[in-house]
C-alpha cells in the first residue's frame, strides 16, 4: 500500500514565477491538508481539502491556492513567489472521520 | 501566547536511559493529542495519538495526556541512538475536519 505521495521532490524557483505541487493521498484517504514548514520550526497548516472542496484555511495570503480532485488527489499553487516562500511543503491526508494524519516526503521548494 | 509549545532543546539523554519529552496547548477544546518523529531533511512520522487522559503505551514509548493542565508528555524507554531526532508535539480538535497545531519541536539526541 502506498503512503502519502508528493512531487517533485525538490524545487528551484525565480522570485514571481509561480509553483505547482502535487500530492496523491493514501489509499482510502479522503481529505487532504498542506502544510509549510521553514527550517527549525514545526509545520504550518495552509489549508485542507475534503470533497473537492476548501473545507479550513490557515494564516496564508491568497498567493496559495489549492484543488482537490475527483480521485483525492491535491494541487498546492503558489503565484508571485516570494523569498520568504523557501520551504518544505508536506501534504497530509487522513482516513474518513479521522483526526490522525499521514505526511508524504514534502517538496522542498527553494526560492532564489 | 504560542498555541502548542515545546522546549526546543537540544535535550541529550544517555544510550539506555528514559527521554522525557513535554509540551502544553492553549486550547481547552483540543480533543485529539500526536507525537511526530521527524529525522533530519525528512518528513514527519506519527508514532503516538492519544485521547483520553492518562497514559498509552506502545512498545518503547508512552504517551501522558493531562487535560486539567493542558499537559502532554512522550516518554522513550531503553532510549538507543536512533530515536534521535526532532520531536513534533500537536493537537486536534474532535473530527477530521480540524486542523492540527504544531508546536516548533524538540530536538532529542541520545549519547553512546
Known amino acids: 500500500d502506498a503512503g502519502v505521495t508528493q512531487s517533485p521532490t525538490h524545487l528551484i524557483k525565480t522570485r514571481g514565477q509561480q509553483v505547482t505541487l502535487r500530492c496523491s493521498p493514501k489509499?482510502?484517504?479522503?481529505?487532504v491538508s498542506w502544510y509549510q514548514q521553514a527550517l527549525g520550526q514545526g509545520p504550518q497548516f495552509i489549508f485542507q481539502?475534503?470533497?473537492?472542496?476548501?473545507?479550513q484555511r490557515g494564516n496564508f495570503p491568497d498567493r496559495f491556492s489549492g484543488h482537490q480532485f475527483p480521485n483525492y488527489s491535491s494541487e498546492l499553487n503558489v503565484n508571485a513567489l516570494l523569498l520568504g516562500d523557501s520551504a518544505l511543503y508536506l501534504c497530509?491526508?487522513?482516513?474518513?472521520?479521522?483526526?490522525?494524519?499521514?505526511f508524504g516526503q514534502g517538496t522542498r521548494l527553494t526560492v532564489v | 501566547q504560542k498555541e502548542v509549545e515545546q522546549n526546543s532543546g537540544p535535550l541529550s539523554v544517555p544510550e539506555g536511559a528514559i527521554a522525557s519529552l513535554n509540551c502544553t496547548y492553549s486550547?481547552?477544546?483540543?480533543?485529539?493529542f500526536f507525537w511526530y518523529r521527524q529525522y533530519s531533511g525528512k518528513s514527519p512520522e506519527l508514532i503516538m495519538s492519544?485521547?483520553?487522559?492518562g497514559d498509552k503505551e506502545d512498545g518503547r514509548f508512552t504517551a501522558q495526556l493531562n487535560k486539567a493542565s493542558q499537559y502532554v508528555s512522550l516518554l522513550i524507554r531503553d532510549s538507543q541512538p536512533s530515536d534521535s531526532a526532532t520531536y513534533l508535539c500537536a493537537v486536534s480538535g474532535y473530527s477530521s475536519a480540524s486542523k492540527i497545531i504544531f508546536g516548533s519541536g524538540t530536538r532529542l539526541s541520545i549519547r553512546p
Open positions: 481539502y475534503y470533497e473537492e472542496e476548501e473545507r
Open positions: 489509499s482510502g484517504h479522503d481529505t
Open positions: 486550547d481547552r477544546g483540543s480533543q485529539s
Open positions: 492519544i485521547y483520553s487522559n
Open positions: 497530509a491526508s487522513s482516513l474518513p472521520g479521522y483526526t490522525e494524519a499521514f
